[in-house]
């Protein structure tokens, strides 16, 4: 029932990235998003802010909790996508369209396969 | 465990979470579509969950009585009220929903993780009292019906709306372990603050009842509601939620209950509550914020000082803005008191509400 895009990296924390060349778009998983319910508020990080894998990126607010969303990679914000700010809906609707942040990438943390991540989420 | 509409749940994707033991729908598509479903037309909710237990007996009255801080026997058959278990200290164990079916026969609700604890309370509490207490809450399965078109679709139904705090029985085809006879009881209570009623009913009749509900409700807009519903419901309209903003901690002076204390005889923790009632600094309110979502375990501050904690927090879906229900200083508790609330170290406005945060 829940999506996993393959060619996407995931993490354990439930987070997705995108590389393209030395950029990672990165948003949260559709598992996430079903398991926080309805989004109502995303407070994004800075572009030019500095993130180690592992560190808090971002918070996400739904109706029932607040959840923090951790880099995946060591990298720079160079975009943040205004929209989910206004509509955060979108991340529940269409989680792996609504992406969060883009960063470059120096180097990546511990991630998982689309297979992996099934594996983990089962 | 799981309740009888567990399959019915599933067919709707229902998204489940563990509730005291019970996977329970936390939500089917969305909270917020389900909360003003509720709001503007009408929701159907399992609250199988919620436990059952009956008192029958020559004493039952005399037992309640004093078990309760509220003279249950005031209440006529076919009429119940809400009140809770106190401790000897005169602080709430849990809150429940008593129903008088006769002369000596009685029933109440206990929430779902106090059931057993209950059932022992006043199991070990009858000694001396000729009373027959059974917990019969695997044999029932209750479901609300909840919103301002819920009488609409009781007639649809054949059903009538029994009255507020009223309840009566319909003909059903299996027997009720309530009362024992082939009946379902329709309750005109519930937990989102809109007209509504609350079937309780032997689990034979719930897969055939829920469909119903759902077909009839459907044709008006109306959704199933999951938990995560039930709960930004309760919370918009200032309800206590047991085990979180009370848990053996709080007497009905602070939880804002104090209408369920109308009892002069010698009721557990009656004396122990008399005491605390002159000394009681903190009071249950409710608390609407500039910005921000509060939780629980967020601290309420006003002039540079700790003046409260947050036991319940979340968005108002018709409000859209977040509030809180929680204690504060008795000095602090005035409609529209500026104070601030402190979510991950910043503090953010709020002014004190009524609990009743949406009229």
């Known amino acids: 029932m829940t999506e996993v895009p393959e060619g996407l990296n995931y993490t354990k924390t439930h987070e997705w990235y995108k590389k393209d060349g030395k950029t990672a778009t990165i948003g949260i998983t559709d598992y996430a998003q079903s398991q926080m319910t309805d989004i109502v508020y995303v407070d994004l990080p800075k572009v030019g802010d500095k993130k180690k894998a592992g560190d808090v990126l971002l918070t996400i607010e739904s109706v029932k909790s607040a959840e923090d969303v951790y880099s995946p990679i060591t990298g720079t914000v160079t975009a943040v996508n205004d929209e989910v700010v206004k509509h955060p809906e979108s991340i529940n609707k269409d989680p792996y369209g609504s992406w969060l942040v883009k960063m470059t990438i120096e180097s990546e943390g511990e991630h998982l396969s689309a297979s992996e991540y099934r594996k983990l989420i089962q | ?359």
């Open chain 2, 1 to 359: 465990m799981r309740t009888v509409l567990y399959d019915e749940h599933a067919k709707l994707n229902a998204k489940f979470t563990e509730f005291n033991g019970w996977d329970m729908p936390l939500y089917y598509r969305s909270i917020i579509e389900e909360h003003m479903a509720v709001r503007r037309h009408v929701g159907i909710f399992d609250v199988s969950h919620m436990g059952d237990i009956t008192v029958k007996g020559k004493d039952a009255s005399a037992f309640l009585d004093h078990m309760f801080p509220t003279k249950v026997s005031n209440l006529k058959s076919g009429e119940c009220v809400y009140t809770a278990f106190l401790n000897e200290d005169g602080l709430m164990i849990d809150d429940t929903i008593v129903y008088r079916m006769g002369e000596d026969s009685y029933f109440f609700v206990p929430n779902a993780g106090t059931t057993e604890k209950i059932y022992r309370w006043v199991t070990d509490h009858s000694k001396g009292y000729d009373v027959r207490i059974e917990n019969v809450s695997n044999k029932i399965s209750s479901i609300a019906l909840q919103g301002p078109e819920s009488e609409d679709v009781l007639k649809e139904l054949g059903f009538t709306y029994p009255g507020y705090f009223k309840f009566q029985y319909d003909n059903g085809k299996y027997m009720n372990p309530i009362t024992g006879k082939d009946q379902i009881i329709i309750s005109g209570t519930g937990y989102t603050g809109e007209k509504g009623v609350e079937f309780i009913i032997p689990n034979e009749f719930a897969v055939e009842l829920w469909k119903k509900l759902l077909e009839a409700i459907s044709r008006r807009n109306g959704l199933p509601a999951g938990l995560g519903a039930r709960d930004t419901l309760r919370m918009e309209k200032g309800m206590l939620l047991s085990g979180h903003d009370f848990n053996e901690d709080r007497d009905p002076y602070e939880a804002s209950v104090s209408f369920i204390v109308n009892n002069d005889g010698d009721f557990i923790g009656k004396k122990k509550l008399d005491e605390r009632r002159k000394s009681d600094h903190e009071i249950f309110r409710g608390f609407i914020l500039s910005d921000g979502i509060p939780r629980n375990g967020n601290l309420i501050k006003a002039d540079g000082k700790r003046i409260g904690t947050v036991t319940s927090g979340t968005i108002s879906p018709v409000l859209n803005k977040g509030i809180a229900l929680g204690y504060i200083d008795k000095a602090y508790s005035k409609e529209n008191t500026e104070v601030m609330i402190e979510i991950r170290s910043v503090d953010h406005r709020a002014v004190v509400s009524r609990p009743k945060i949406v009229k």
